[in-house]
C-alpha cells in the first residue's frame, strides 16, 4: 500500500482548525473527502500539526495511504480538483516508504506571524494578519524575542487547555523584522505548546509598543505562570510555513526500531 507525502497550503478563515471535528469544517476533513470522491477509499489521513480555528498553512504536510500505485501528479491533480471550491490546495505529492509519518518523523517546524502595522483598516488582508494601529518597534520586538531562544519552560505561553506532557521546549530561533507596514515573526522548534506562537508574538507587541523591555519578557518566561503573559495574538495572522523532516535513512532506522519494540511488546503480552 503506498503512502503518499502530501505537502498542503489552506487558508484557515473557513476552518475550526486542520484536524476533522465534529463541530465545524476542517482541513484535514476536506481533503479526506477529496480522497474518497477521487479513490473510493475511507482514509484518515496524518498531519503534522494541529493549526487552531482560524490559523493558515503555506507548508502543512500530511501523509495517506492509498490501495492503489497511482502516479504522483495524478494525486495531486485529483485532489486539488476536488479540494474545489474549499480553499485548500495540494502544493506537493511525493511517494514515501511506510515508515514516514507526517507527525512523528518531522525534526523541525516553522511558523510565521504577520503584523499588518498601519492605522486604517484592512480590506485584502483582513482575517489574514493582525492589524495594530500603535506604531510598533521592530527592532525592539526582536531583541526581546531572543528571550524565547533555546530550551526552556513555556508554562507561562502555553494555552491553559495545552495536552502536552511538558511545557519544556527547545526554540532554535526567532526573528522579527519589518517590510514595510508588515512586521513578520518568525521562529522554529521541533514542536509548539498550544497557543505558544501567538501567546509569545501577543507579548512582543507589548515590548514593540515600548510597554515593555526584554528584561520584562524574560521575567515573564521565568515565571513559569500563564497570568505572566501578555494578550494572546489573534489567529489571523499565524501561518504553518513549514515542516523539515530526518534522512530516508534515518526513518526507516526509526521505523524498523518501532516494530521491533511492538513486537516485543505483542510477545510480552502473550507470555
Not at 488582508?125 to 530550551?151: I, P, S, Y
Not at 495572522?237 to 530516508?248: F, K
Request: aromatic share 8%; charged share 25%.
Amino acid at each position: 500500500m503506498p503512502r503518499y507525502k502530501l505537502t498542503v497550503e489552506y487558508d484557515g478563515r473557513p476552518f475550526c482548525g486542520w484536524q476533522r471535528q465534529s463541530n465545524g469544517p476542517s482541513a484535514q476533513g476536506v481533503i479526506e473527502r477529496a480522497i474518497k470522491a477521487f479513490s473510493g477509499e475511507d482514509v484518515t489521513i496524518g498531519g503534522a500539526g494541529r493549526t487552531d480555528t482560524g490559523v493558515h498553512a503555506l507548508g502543512q504536510v500530511a501523509h495517506a495511504d492509498l490501495s492503489e500505485d497511482w502516479p504522483e501528479k495524478t494525486v495531486m491533480g485529483a485532489l486539488n480538483f476536488h479540494c474545489q471550491p474549499d480553499p485548500v490546495v495540494i502544493l506537493a505529492c511525493e511517494k514515501k516508504h511506510d515508515g514516514f509519518d507526517a507527525r512523528f518523523s518531522a525534526i523541525r517546524r516553522s511558523y510565521r506571524y504577520r503584523i499588518h502595522n498601519r492605522l486604517p483598516p484592512l480590506t485584502h488582508e483582513l482575517g489574514l494578519a493582525w492589524h495594530v494601529k500603535h506604531e510598533l518597534d521592530a527592532d525592539a520586538m526582536n531583541e526581546a524575542a531572543q528571550e524565547f531562544v533555546g530550551h526552556h519552560d513555556f508554562t507561562t505561553f502555553r494555552h491553559s487547555r495545552c495536552q502536552a506532557k511538558s511545557p519544556v521546549k527547545t526554540l532554535e530561533n526567532f526573528t522579527v523584522r519589518r517590510e514595510g507596514e508588515i512586521i513578520l515573526a518568525e521562529c522554529s522548534s521541533r514542536s509548539f505548546l498550544h497557543n505558544q506562537v501567538r501567546s509569545m508574538v501577543g507579548t512582543l507587541r507589548l515590548v514593540g509598543e515600548g510597554r515593555w523591555t526584554a528584561s520584562d519578557v524574560g521575567e515573564a518566561l521565568a515565571a513559569r505562570d500563564r497570568k505572566a503573559c501578555g494578550p494572546v495574538a489573534p489567529a489571523d495572522g499565524l501561518y504553518l510555513t513549514r515542516v523539515d523532516y530526518r534522512s530516508v535513512e534515518a526513518d526507516i532506522a526509526a521505523a524498523d526500531e518501532w516494530r521491533a519494540k511492538k513486537a516485543a511488546l505483542d510477545v510480552a503480552s502473550d507470555a
